[in-house]
């Protein structure tokens, strides 16, 4: 988070866009590492806190054309 400037939520998510972890607040300007666990092919930030509003946890599914072979299919 070395040149972050604003709290952000990490989503952590596996191959196929299920979401294993979401690591909540990371903290601008901190350098500890955020591991997000093993298999995991996608990470998205968005701003801290907006994770929990629109409900996103482990098992939530993300879509996007980029995701190859999803849980959940755009069409």
């Known amino acids: 988070m070395k040149n972050t400037l604003i709290p952000l939520d990490m989503i952590f998510a596996d191959r196929h866009g299920v979401v294993r972890r979401v690591h909540a607040m990371a903290q601008p300007g901190d350098l500890t590492q ?6 995991i092919q996608y990470v998205l930030e968005i701003n801290g806190g907006m994770a929990g509003m629109l409900g996103i946890k482990p098992g939530s599914q993300m879509r ?12």
């Open 34 to 39: 955020i591991p997000g666990g093993d298999n």
């Open 64 to 75: 996007h054309p980029a995701i190859s072979d999803p849980a959940w299919r755009c069409n």
